[in-house]
């Protein structure tokens, strides 16, 4: 067995905050993570304060052009939402890929993006819609971009004892694609090789807003900008995705481990770079 | 100690457990459920795979408070008395096992699996099943049963 530890289940969130203040409290969510983390003590918490009855955290919902949903939702819900299908498809994509059912049943919007791993699924979907995090503590509230949240391999903003209560992001534009690929060893259960999220917006004939977002080819994810900017204000040749897929290409600092080589991943950036933003371009030109 | 009540396979249980019980050893150990495998402790395998409400999760990787109130079922509660469950059944015929270390896995899975697809297709069952591994066999037989079983339970 593995270290013991107090274990609350607060009924509301105010109560919850409260108990996260304390030293050595960490919160439990849908435990694919931690659980296994405790179970290999990587993680030994004094205290675990779980979620689980916090339902105020967990839904979808759509008004005023804003999606926002609750940490606690998970990646099941994601795929059942009708909502997330018609604003996020490159999210719905990654979602189908992560892990497996079991894990999808259980595992959270929030503990994917807080686990920090730079190989996180869900990541770069939302890194492309531009999603913001809200963060609660006893302390307050406070709403970041997510691309500001990640300061370096499995490092974040968060204080001490904030959690992330919502996920937000306005819906895209009927004229714009959103795209995600998973680059991985084998399809279920297994850990991102090189993950890529693409958005395009296309307005007469040119992409007026372009993201590109890579996962596990960097300490954390992130957006390559220079790609980006070589693609905004511009009608789209396959000339400027190639340089787009160099640029994203050249901005990716991977690592070699037992899962690829860095070779190979900076290879697979540049090859689905320009895969995907050359899919997205066709589906609105 | 906390105290859990819960429904496994239609009848209310009530457990002392510690915090730090995982809902695996609550019902191999205590309920002596044995059905349910334990064999990766690190969430990959799928050989513990049990439904909480429905839902199929990895009960090694669920503290057992956190079932409090819901309705588990395991192995032990597909079939009705000596009448095996159509996806069991499926296993058998279909030689969808050969150690059968992973079987209980394998079959929650599928039945979970089944209940959500109403037209099962071999793909659906091959990305279904990409949280269970079976170190025996191979998946081919595994399929065929899943899809033989999916289809009798909709008779």
């Known amino acids: ?285 | 100690m906390p105290t859990v009540n819960l429904t496994v396979n239609g009848k209310a249980v009530s457990a002392n457990v510690e915090a730090r019980t995982l809902l695996v050893n609550l019902l191999r150990e205590q309920l002596g459920l044995t059905g349910t495998h334990v064999g990766c402790d690190t969430s990959q395998c799928g050989a513990c795979v049990v439904h909480v409400d429905g839902k199929s999760v990895k009960a090694c990787t669920l503290l057992a408070v956190q079932a409090n109130g819901s309705k588990v079922t395991t192995i032990e509660g597909l079939a009705s008395g000596d009448k095996l469950h159509p996806m069991q059944e499926a296993f058998r015929e279909h030689h969808g096992l050969q150690c059968g270390f992973c079987t209980p896995g394998m079959v929650m899975s599928a039945v979970c699996l089944a209940q959500n697809h109403p037209n099962l297709t071999e793909k659906d069952v091959r990305e279904g099943l990409e949280g269970n591994l079976c170190r025996c066999t191979g998946y081919h037989n595994i399929v065929q049963a899943v899809l033989a079983g999916a289809q009798a339970m909709r008779r």
């Open chain 1, 1 to 285: 067995m593995y270290a013991t530890f107090d274990l609350d289940r607060p009924g509301d969130l105010a109560a919850a905050l409260a108990i996260l203040r304390t030293k050595g409290a960490v919160a439990l969510a849908g435990g694919t993570n931690l659980i296994v983390d405790m179970r290999a003590g990587r993680e030994r918490p004094q205290r675990v304060v779980s979620l689980d009855k916090l339902g105020v955290l967990r839904g979808i919902r759509q008004a005023r052009g804003q999606v926002t949903i609750g940490g606690r939702t998970t990646v099941t819900d994601l795929l059942l939402s009708p909502v997330i299908a018609k604003t996020a498809p490159a999210l719905v994509e990654s979602a189908r890929q992560f892990a497996g059912q079991m894990v999808r049943n259980t595992a959270t919007v929030a503990g994917n993006i807080a686990c920090g791993s730079p190989a996180a699924d869900l990541v770069p979907p939302l890194f492309a819609l531009d999603a913001r995090l809200t963060l609660v503590s006893a302390r307050g509230r406070r709403t970041v971009p997510i691309e500001s949240f990640f300061i370096g391999y499995k490092k974040d903003i968060r204080r001490p004892g904030e959690l992330i209560s919502r996920i937000s992001w306005k819906a895209p534009s009927s004229r714009s694609c959103a795209l995600f690929y998973k680059l991985a060893r084998r399809k279920g259960d297994a850990i991102t090789v090189v993950g890529v999220a693409v958005a395009l917006d296309v307005e007469r004939g040119r992409c007026r807003r372009a993201r590109v977002a890579l996962g596990a080819v960097a300490p954390t994810v992130f957006r390559a900008r220079e790609a980006e900017a070589i693609l905004e204000g511009q009608t789209l040749t396959p000339e400027l995705i190639e340089s787009a897929a160099e640029a994203a290409a050249a901005a990716a600092r991977p690592i070699d481990d037992i899962r690829a080589s860095a070779a190979y991943r900076r290879h697979g950036v540049h090859a689905l770079v320009r895969r995907l933003i050359g899919q997205a371009w066709e589906k609105l030109a």
